[in-house]
């Protein structure tokens, strides 16, 4: 049997696509990339804004296509349109055999399994309030050398910002023993792994009895072998100054940080329901760089909310030049059912929109580069993933974040050096990367 999953979203997605891998081949399955070839189809949507939502829907209705040949093949649904739409996918796109949301993926095997031994479709949604099952399902170990990894730490949020549908579709918040995340980053440090990255809605938020998401950074710093620790996504409200003096004090935790601050205008960030403004936001700015000074700080940004005028959206374009962020990923305001922001009147037209989206990319654009140019000379500690832009180069990333190209001495491949830890210089600043050769002691 075979097995083939289309992933949308962000890396919590990302994450869980690969763990649902592992239930199907812990089961017999194989894994496919090849849509024809599978006996079972899953989409892992995403409707963090509506074009997402409309992918997902449009790439489901695309594989419902492959029934025409062979009836047997089981499509399916997973991930936040699953839980979002329930059955009314069944409605939407005939032919979906199953509909699953993101606390019952511990049981999808089995649930395929039934659909297929039966007629009709099948949908499981809604949450599980005690410890979703796949928090219990440790991984297996790496099959083949990788050296990163993300562990999810906890799930759902329930900070419930105006124009956000991450806590309807995935739940109140539920955080995992600090025991088992720790166990589970040992055992991936043991099968080789040496970079991890936390992953929750609001990852900093994380509190398990006494402990805080300081003390939990300082556990996973003390586990030998484990080089590199990164988190996402935090928000502003709970960068407490214990997790900001983390940064240059834990020797494992990486210079770099992504902290989305949504809008520069406290107008805006109060009828977002962000519960911070741009003061708090910069005070935190200011405890990372006195902690760590070469910290690269990213950031979300989201353009055209409800009642943003000209002037707030001078004010959002202002904090990027003062924080001088060295990347955002940036979005047009999209209206999500049943948030509070939906309720509010979507008075930005599109083009103007559009106009300032194109206004922040021109800006985050211009201080990247100028960040990148900032390093040449600098020698960096790189992480070797894969083949690099150019034949003959390897590429990885530094620990703020950079992708660098080099070209490897000693006649040393890819094949050497993907997952070890290389000390490079940077020779150039390109477009979206840098390049650097390696440094021999
Ligand atoms: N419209 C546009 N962008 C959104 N995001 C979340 N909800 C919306 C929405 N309704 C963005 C935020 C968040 C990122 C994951 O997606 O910037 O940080
Ligand atoms: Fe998309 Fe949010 Fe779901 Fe991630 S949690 S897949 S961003 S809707």
Redesign the pocket.
Known sequence: MKLYVKTFG?QMNVHDSRRIEEIFSAAGYSMTTDPRQADVALINSCT??EKAWHKAISETGRLRKLKRGRRDVIVGVVGCVAQQEGERIFDLLPGVDIVVAPDHYGKLVELVEEVRSREGALALTGFDRGLPQDFLIAGPPPSRREATAFVTIMKGCQER?A????PTVRGPERHRPIEDVESEVRSLVSAGVVEVTLLGQKVNAYRRGEAGFADLLRCLDSVEGLERLRFT?PHPRHMTSDVTSSFGNLRSLCESIHL?V?SGSNRILSRMGRRYNVEDYLLVVARLREACPSIGIST???VGYPGETKEDFEETLALIDRVGFCGA????????PG?K?ARLDDDVPADEKARRLDAVHDRIESLERQWRKSMVGARLEILVASAGRLPGQVSGRARNGQIVNFVPTDGKTIEDLVGHLVEVEVIAAHSHSLEGKSVIR
């Open positions: 962000c963090v804004r910002c124009y956000c549908i991450v996504s989305p949504q979300d940004l989201i990923f940036s979005f047009k305001y999209s209206p999500r948030t922001a």
